[in-house]
């Protein structure tokens, strides 16, 4: 699929968190748009996708020039007390075209020399792991919670198919790992997944965190259901894990894996 790339130039690049990210001073987005397009995504929803002709997927903002924009308001912004960011809240920080134009990486090299007091990286993409001589820098201060909703390949397909594949998102989590970096697995939202996904994710990281629709998508499921998913889970005979109860199934297997302090749900499972 060809994608729109726009070169833009803010005036800002922190906002203050808000909603479901108000545990955070920030949220910091280093593109606009994301080419991963995922069939659930709750920002097809928002103004940033519904007031653009093209569809949510196939275009992208590149924000150019934000390291030193970045730096000046984390100047002010500590000013006013602790600093706590959340990379991203409406795109992903390594999406493809961070491949060429590395403004995350900007960001980051940035954040490593201001030191925040916290900083949570979500990606679904293992890119992160380019960066891991950056993220080891920054300590305890960081950690990077990876999308990992299903570890069936053939779910995946069918609801994220512009999505990286689960083996390299467990490879970098591997890796991150393996770096000392502080991870999590964010099964957000819940996909159908198979008894022995839990394991496979006690090996990589040390705390799990459960999203759906109905917890996470900042309206209780109404963002979602005006998408139309529940059609692709009927379609594919999975209507029962269309359902709020439908997370429980992946919780209680995680006990199995993983003690019940390592596990936490939605906004919860995102805090500094």
């Known amino acids: 699929m060809k994608r729109q790339i726009i070169y833009k130039y803010p005036k800002t690049i922190l ?3 808000t909603g479901y990210l ?45 390291a030193n924009l970045l730096y000046k308001e984390l100047q ?3 000013t006013k007390g602790k600093v706590t960011i959340f990379m991203s809240s409406s795109t992903d920080p390594y999406q493809p075209v ?5 403004v995350t990486r900007s960001l980051l090299e940035t954040l490593v020399d201001f030191h925040p007091d916290f900083l949570l990286v979500q990606t679904r993409s293992p890119l992160v ?3 891991i001589d950056l993220l ?8 990077v919670s990876m999308t990992i909703e299903t570890d069936l390949e053939s779910i995946r397909k069918h609801f994220t198919p512009g999505a990286p594949p689960i083996a390299a998102r467990l490879k970098a989590l591997r890796l991150l790992k393996d770096a ?9 939202p819940v996909l159908p997944s198979s008894e022995a996904f839990p394991h496979q994710l006690a090996e990589l990281v040390d705390r799990v965190c459960v ?3 109905f917890m996470g998508d900042g309206s209780g499921g109404k963002r979602t259901k005006r998408m139309g998913i529940y059609n692709l889970y009927e379609s594919l005979g999975l209507a029962e894990w269309y359902h709020p109860s439908a997370y429980q199934i992946v919780y209680d297997r995680l006990k199995n894996a993983f003690s019940e302090n390592q596990i936490y749900l939605s906004q919860q499972g995102f805090e500094p």
Request: proline share 4%; charged share 30%.
């Open 15 to 17: 906002n203050k968190g």
């Open 22 to 66: 108000s545990g955070y001073s920030h949220s910091l987005n280093p593109y606009t748009g994301c080419a991963f397009g995922c069939s659930y995504c709750y920002v097809r929803q928002m103004p940033v996708s519904l007031f653009r002709k093209e569809e949510w997927g196939t275009w992208v903002d590149v924000k150019m020039e934000t």
């Open 76 to 78: 002010k912004a500590k």
């Open 98 to 102: 961070e491949y060429q134009e590395k």
């Open 129 to 131: 792991s380019r960066d």
């Open 136 to 143: 080891t820098r920054m300590g305890d201060k960081v950690r």
């Open 180 to 188: 000392g970096i502080p991870t999590q697995a964010a099964i957000a």
């Open 211 to 213: 999203d759906d629709y």
